[in-house]
């Protein structure tokens, strides 16, 4: 079956600007969770969503968004983006609410904030 | 709040060589455990797991893991490395009873020299 697709896979923006990041989940997977990677820093939790519901969300600021669509599709977006944005944003899904269970991870969707 | 370290930031070996890459957690409740690994130009995926039952576990591609509860370590391992382990590594926790998210380490870049 299908593994977790995010669009877009590359995308340059400026300081100011904002983002939509979208992600179709693995078939029948509602859980949906999206992590920050950079360099040194590992993966930092963004947020999880599950059946529409927000059910988590880490320690980023309010310019950090997201949802999450009927068909469990979801999408994040940041404002006002500042250089420090620049990351990969990795989309994961899971069978399981609450990351109990494993997770599939897309390839991400790199930024580079200029 | 719960937080993984993973000391080895870069793991440089020879093929053949036996690798043990360090995992600790700071939680001190029931968790689930988790190793990913990341290769070059390609998405996360899961290599082992724990969550209870025998402390040492098995995963894909020859890798074990063994829990050591007292230690709050998860320390990866292979006898025999091939130059296709290339890859960056990551050590996750998370509770194994609510909805929690799952913490990632930040990561130990394995090179295997051939």
């Known amino acids: 079956k299908a593994g977790v697709t995010q669009t877009p896979r590359y995308l340059i923006k400026t300081r100011g600007q904002q983002v939509t990041l979208s992600c179709s989940p693995i078939?029948?997977?509602?859980?949906v969770s999206w992590y920050q990677q950079t360099p040194g820093q590992g993966l930092q939790f963004l947020f999880e969503?599950?059946?529409?519901?927000?059910?988590n969300k880490g320690n980023f600021p309010g310019r950090f968004s997201g949802r999450q669509f009927s068909n469990s599709r979801s999408e994040m977006n940041v404002s006002t983006l500042e250089l420090g944005d620049s990351a990969l944003y990795l989309c994961?899904?899971?069978?399981?609410?609450?990351?109990?269970?494993?997770?599939?991870f897309g390839e991400g969707s790199r930024l580079t904030v200029l | 709040a719960q937080s993984v370290s993973q000391h080895n930031h870069h793991v440089i070996l020879s093929e053949a060589a036996s690798l043990e890459l360090g995992c600790n957690y700071s939680?001190?409740?029931?968790?689930?455990l988790f190793w990913y690994v990341q290769y070059p130009g390609q998405h996360l995926q899961l290599l082992l797991k724990?969550?209870?039952?025998?402390?040492l576990v098995k995963g894909i591609k020859g890798f074990e893991a063994e829990f050591i509860k007292s230690k709050f370590s998860f320390n990866l391992r292979k006898p025999s490395v091939q130059w296709s382990d290339t890859a960056e590594y990551f050590c996750?926790?998370?509770?194994?009873?609510?909805?929690?998210?799952?913490?990632f380490g930040t990561g130990t870049r394995l090179t295997i020299i051939p």
């Open positions: 994961a899904s899971s069978l399981a609410e609450g990351n109990t269970g494993e997770l599939f």
């Open positions: 078939s029948g997977h509602r859980s």
């Open positions: 969503y599950f059946s529409e519901t927000q059910r």
């Open positions: 939680y001190g409740g029931t968790v689930n």
């Open positions: 724990y969550f209870s039952g025998d402390p």
């Open positions: 996750a926790v998370t509770r194994s009873f609510g909805n929690e998210k799952l913490t």
